[in-house]
T-cell receptor, first 114, second 112 residues
Framework: AQSVTQPDIHITVSEGASLELRCNYSYGATPYLFWYVQSPGQGLQLLLKYFSGDTLVQGIKGFEAEFKRSQSSFNLRKPSVHWSDAAEYFC????????????FGKGTTLSVSS | EPEVTQTPSHQVTQMGQEVILRCVPISNHLYFYWYRQILGQKVEFLVSFYNNEISEKSEIFDDQFSVERPDGSNFTLKIRSTKLEDSAMYFCASSRVTETQYFGPGTRLLVL
C-alpha cells in the first residue's frame, strides 16, 4: 500500500539550530516527492519538490531535502532555523502524472524556542 | 504571485443540510482537486477534475459529494446531506500540466 510516514509528531528546535524532519514513503512506482508547510490559519505552501535528477533539492526559505531511494526517505533540512519557521510540515508523494492524488504524511509540528 | 482562493473560510451547518464550498483555481491551471483534513488526521485526497470530468476519486468521495466547474473560474465541491463526520478542513488545489499542486487556504466546515 502507498503511504507516507513522518515519525516525529512534534519537534522543538532552538532558534539558529539546524533542523531535520524525517519522511519515509512506500510507493510502488517512481515517486514524485513534495514538502509542504502550513502556518496557522494558512493553506499548504509548497516548499520544494523532487521529480528526478539531482537527489538534493533546494526550496524556498532556505530549506533543502535529499531523496535517498535505498532508504525510501526524503528528509527536509535547514541549517539555521528562524522563529518564523514554526509551522506544520507535510511530506507528500505522488505519481508522475497530473491529475492524480497526492498521499500525505500526518505532518510534523515544528516549534522554535528562543 | 497567483494563488488559489477559497470561500468561505469557515462554515457551520446543521447535519443533513447541503453545503457548497467554492474555489477559484489559478487562472491558467487545468487540473483541479479537493482534499480534506479531519482534525488531527492526515490530509486526504477526495477528487481530481480535468476537462469537465472527474479524473480520479477516492473511496471517501461517495454519492453525497459532487464537483462542478460552473463557469470559467470557479470550482465547487457540494456535499448533499452533511454528516457529523464531514467536519473537516477542505482544501482546493490546482495544477497545470506538471504534477505540482498548489493549495488554497482551506474552508473549515463544522457540522452540528
Amino acid at each position: 500500500a502507498q503511504s507516507v510516514t513522518q515519525p516525529d509528531i512534534h519537534i522543538t528546535v532552538s532558534e539558529g539550530a539546524s533542523l531535520e524532519l524525517r519522511c519515509n514513503y512506500s510507493y510502488g512506482a517512481t515517486p514524485y516527492l513534495f514538502w509542504y508547510v502550513q502556518s496557522p490559519g494558512q493553506g499548504l505552501q509548497l516548499l520544494l519538490k523532487y521529480f528526478s535528477g539531482d537527489t538534493l533539492v533546494q526550496g524556498i526559505k532556505g530549506f533543502e531535502a535529499e531523496f535517498k531511494r535505498s532508504q525510501s526517505s526524503f528528509n527536509l533540512r535547514k541549517p539555521s532555523v528562524h522563529w518564523s519557521d514554526a509551522a506544520e510540515y507535510f511530506c507528500a508523494v505522488g505519481r508522475n502524472q497530473a491529475g492524480t492524488a497526492l498521499i500525505f504524511g500526518k505532518g510534523t509540528t515544528l516549534s522554535v524556542s528562543s | 504571485e497567483p494563488e488559489v482562493t477559497q470561500t468561505p473560510s469557515h462554515q457551520v451547518t446543521q447535519m443533513g443540510q447541503e453545503v457548497i464550498l467554492r474555489c477559484v483555481p489559478i487562472s491558467n491551471h487545468l487540473y483541479f482537486y479537493w482534499y480534506r483534513q479531519i482534525l488531527g488526521q492526515k490530509v486526504e485526497f477526495l477528487v481530481s477534475f480535468y476537462n469537465n470530468e472527474i479524473s480520479e476519486k477516492s473511496e471517501i468521495f461517495d454519492d453525497q459529494f459532487s464537483v462542478e466547474r460552473p463557469d470559467g473560474s470557479n470550482f465547487t465541491l457540494k456535499i448533499r446531506s452533511t454528516k457529523l463526520e464531514d467536519s473537516a478542513m477542505y482544501f482546493c488545489a490546482s495544477s497545470r500540466v506538471t504534477e505540482t499542486q498548489y493549495f488554497g487556504p482551506g474552508t473549515r466546515l463544522l457540522v452540528l
